[in-house]
């Protein structure tokens, strides 16, 4: 919202105060002033002056010869090319030594005749003429006849003015208009307020100029309708100091009839439009919404469709115009116009806000519906605009006020308890009673006493944002002032801070994974479905059903996403398409899958660490070669994962993984406790084809039950004092049985003295039956207090043989 100083002086007297100060007191009390400077501050010692005659140029038949008064004892001769100027103007003069936005004017001679100054031009004068009326932008700048003779044209046309822009919050709509900043400023200084007095008595019509004019409300969605007729108008230019003052706050001037308008809405808060009476047919105006697909042509002369949510204004058998967005080009004031129909009216924020958002038509007069009128001025901005083309459009009062209110208890004023006590609590001080009722005087809200410990505040209708205590005690709390909020010394409980669980194994698992030489990467949780079917899962499968957004930003980002691999994939074929051929991802990050379609609750998030490894590993040695990636580097990796997760390899079960994406030999998945916390593998062919990958491999860990089954506590094993026994056993066994079968199973039946079994080979080949392969398995056993004998040594490995024999049929291999 822009203000300018004078203007707001016109309804406060601020003469004991400066710009600066206003400004700086209007931030501090909750309305901040984000910018402020001066029209045209460039602008100085120019003066209005009156051309008394002109004669040609005897060197240039382009120049004129002007002699101008400016209010000195002589009159001054400037030479001047514009060829609009003409004897009898008044006109904007910068005389020697002042000051224009090119420069210092100086005396000089124009093809040998001298000349005293400059007769200045709009664009000279600093002024935006992209803004101002073609007339006004060709050639010099003709001011009105009654411009005073001498006096600082600075002074004149406000260029000396100061504008203010303020950053408003949405709920202080209240500050829209002059009228509600002047009363902001009258509460923080507790000054009054003197708004426009309306001459009721020239807004009566007679029976010689009565028009008829009907309201119809065919919608809830607008609370009050006023309009009043017009007549006698004469279409103009609006007066320059009402010019002026719109280019100030970046309104551009149109004619008197539409200036007007916006005029009052700026000063009033109220947005009005002036329909051309003349077209409106059985002089009726009715408010209803629109039918689906309705056609309109807006006064930009574009023809739009609108939707059932759009209020419509129109007579009975056409469309006027979108109910606070936009009149219609058939119902627009032209210079045939004599007479008007002035609406002033309250509708519905949302539905105002969805035609304008559906339309692109965002304006100053849908902004404000959007945030709320105050019903209070509605009429009075009718009346002002009246009174307004009365004076400066020639016309005269054809009607009385029609007014329609649609919805009760639009005018009374919200009644809101304080309790002295609740003040204190919530502020941190104490505001005494009397002290409140002057801070309610101040702020215009009428007020009574209920006793020593309540107060009962009537808050007019102009302030929507104030509608339960809390809110009128942070109206103290900004006029008390922020500043002067007493300093207390904050009291309670230390704790000392902490990371949760799973804070610490997620900060333990990134650093690890960095160490080992692994890309962090974050990617959208958003995504779109058609993502999940190179994976292979059926269409009925849970991660292919998504929760969808109502309102999407983008076609790509639809749904939320149940599976991290596309964005990872995504993420390497970006990398892969800039020369970047070792590729090592991990990423933190939440899936959702739905609980229903469509969606009625929130969906179940399940939090999991994924990573993804491609192309080539560099080597290690110097005597090593560079080598691609294989499925022993993401599985050693995982089960390094597991172990600085606090896991032994005893307690995971690693079997083969079902997931329909990685290839069918290379995957595995790892249980501990029963439950699937992890499954790693190669991608499948037709998936990296479709990215434009070489080999790839991916991982991914159940975060939610790992942290579940972590233990909090470090696990401490004393140092071993006897020494271990080592055994190597290799078992010819069928070439289908799951190697982590084999392991469970002599695990089990080692007993308690078995400290580890791991895999050291796997054959297959001439000395093994097609059907079958060799398992070699290396054992480690240990007793905490005492050495091993060789009996209770051979005692486990008898256990094992036998075990394995029976249960899988296997033989020892020779």
């Given at each position: ?20 100060q ?32 002109i004669a ?12 101008v ?29 002042s ?16 000349s ?48 203010m ?12 208009s002059?009228y509600?900043?002047?009363?902001e ?80 809405m ?6 009005l439009?002036?329909?051309d ?43 006027l ?30 539905a ?35 009174f307004?083309m ?13 007014r ?24 941190g ?20 006493v ?53 804070q610490?194994?997620e ?55 149940t ?18 051929e070792?590729?090592?991802?991990f ?23 994924t ?7 560099a080597?290690?040695?110097p ?70 990958l ?21 696990r ?15 078992f ?10 084999l ?40 007793a ?21 024999t029976?249960t ?7």
């Amino acid at each position: 919202m822009k203000i300018t100083w004078q203007w707001l002086n016109e309804y406060i007297d601020l003469s004991d105060l400066t710009p600066q100060q206003v400004a700086k007191d209007l931030t501090n009390a909750g309305i901040p002033v984000e910018w402020m400077e001066q029209v045209s501050p460039e602008v100085q010692g120019v003066l209005v002056g009156y051309v008394t005659a002109i004669a040609k140029h005897p060197e240039a038949d382009r120049l004129r010869v002007c002699t101008v008064d400016v209010g000195y004892d002589e009159q001054l001769q400037i030479v001047c090319g514009a060829q609009n100027v003409d004897a009898g103007q008044k006109v904007p003069v910068a005389v020697h030594g002042s000051m224009l936005p090119g420069g210092k004017i100086k005396k000089a001679k124009l093809r040998g005749v001298e000349s005293n100054g400059m007769i200045c031009s709009a664009g000279e004068l600093g002024l935006d003429v992209k803004m101002l009326p073609k007339e006004q932008t060709q050639g010099i700048f003709v001011l009105p006849s009654g411009a005073p003779i001498g006096e600082s044209i600075g002074a004149y046309l406000g260029l000396d003015d100061t504008v203010m822009e303020l950053e408003l919050t949405p709920n202080r709509s209240d500050c829209l208009s002059l009228y509600g900043v002047a009363n902001e400023v009258a509460a923080i200084y507790g000054k009054k307020v003197k708004m426009p007095v309306v001459d009721t008595m020239q807004l009566q019509s007679n029976d010689q100029t009565q028009q008829k004019l009907f309201v119809e409300l065919a919608t809830p969605k607008c609370a009050y309708y006023c309009g009043q007729v017009v007549s006698g108008l004469a279409l103009a230019p609006s007066p320059l100091w009402m010019q002026m003052r719109l280019l100030a706050v970046g309104m551009r001037p149109i004619n008197n009839l539409v200036d007007i308008t916006n005029y009052v809405m700026l000063e009033w808060g109220q947005p009005l439009h002036a329909f051309d009476y003349g077209v409106i047919e059985d002089q009726t105006i009715i408010v209803r919404q629109a039918f689906d697909d309705e056609a309109i042509i807006t006064l930009d002369d574009q023809s739009r469709v609108v939707q059932p949510e759009t209020i419509m204004i129109t007579d009975r058998h056409k469309n006027l115009g979108l109910a606070g967005v936009m009149g219609g080009q058939n119902s627009e004031v032209t210079a045939n116009t004599t007479s008007v129909v002035i609406e002033s009216a309250i509708f519905d924020p949302i539905a105002t806000r969805k035609t304008a958002k559906a339309l692109n038509l965002r304006s100053e007069a849908s902004s404000r519906f959007e945030k709320g009128i105050d019903p209070a001025v509605t009429e009075v901005a009718l009346s002002r605009a009246a009174f307004l083309m009365i004076a400066y459009a020639h016309g005269q009062i054809a009607s009385e006020v029609v007014r329609v209110v649609a919805k009760e208890g639009l005018m009374t004023p919200t009644s809101i308890t304080v309790h002295v006590s609740h003040v204190a609590r919530l502020l941190g001080f104490t505001i005494e009673q009397a002290e409140m009722l002057t801070l309610c005087a101040r702020l215009g809200f009428a007020v009574k006493v209920m006793d020593d410990e309540k107060i009962e505040v009537s808050v007019p209708t102009r302030r929507p944002d104030i509608t339960r205590e809390a809110d009128m005690i942070e109206e103290f709390a900004r006029l008390v002032g922020y500043d002067k909020i007493p300093t207390t010394t904050m009291k309670g409980a230390l704790t000392a801070g902490g990371l949760t669980k799973k804070q610490k194994i997620e900060r333990n698992l990134r650093d690890y994974l960095i160490d080992l030489g692994l890309h962090e990467v974050w990617t959208y949780s958003l995504t779109k479905p058609d993502v999940m079917a190179p994976l292979g899962y059926a269409q009925d499968h849970p991660l292919r059903q998504f929760g969808t957004l109502l309102n999407p930003l983008s076609e790509d980002r639809i749904a939320l996403r149940t599976h991290m691999l596309p964005s990872l994939l995504e993420v390497a074929m970006y990398n892969r398409n800039r020369n970047q051929e070792s590729i090592r991802l991990f990423e933190f990050g939440t899936v959702f899958l739905p609980k229903s379609l469509p969606m009625v609750e929130q969906p179940g998030e399940q939090y999991r660490l994924t990573g993804l490894m491609s192309g080539t590993i560099a080597p290690t040695h110097p005597h090593h070669k560079e080598r691609m990636v294989d499925f022993y580097d993401v599985a050693g990796l995982v089960q390094a994962v597991f172990v600085k997760l606090g896991f032994e390899p005893k307690e995971w079960i690693v079997t083969k993984s079902e997931e329909p994406f990685y290839h069918p030999h290379q995957c595995a998945k790892m249980t501990v406790e029963g439950n699937e916390i992890a499954h790693f593998g190669r991608i499948n062919k037709q998936v990296v084809e479709k990215y434009d990958l070489a080999d790839t491999y991916y991982f991914e860990l159940d975060l939610e039950r790992i942290i579940q089954i972590v233990k909090d506590r470090l696990r401490v094993k004393e140092l071993p004092k006897h020494p271990s026994a080592d055994r190597d056993l290799a078992f010819v066994v069928e070439r289908d049985l799951p190697v982590s079968s084999l392991l469970a199973l002599t695990s089990k039946e080692a007993g308690e003295h078995l400290e580890s079994v791991t895999v050291f080979d796997v054959y297959t080949g001439e000395k093994v039956a097609h059907e079958q392969k060799s398992v070699a398995l290396h054992f480690v056993f240990r007793a905490v207090d005492h050495t091993l004998s060789e009996r209770e040594i051979q005692d486990a490995i008898d256990r094992i043989m036998s075990a394995v024999t029976t249960t899988f049929g296997a033989t020892l291999r020779e």
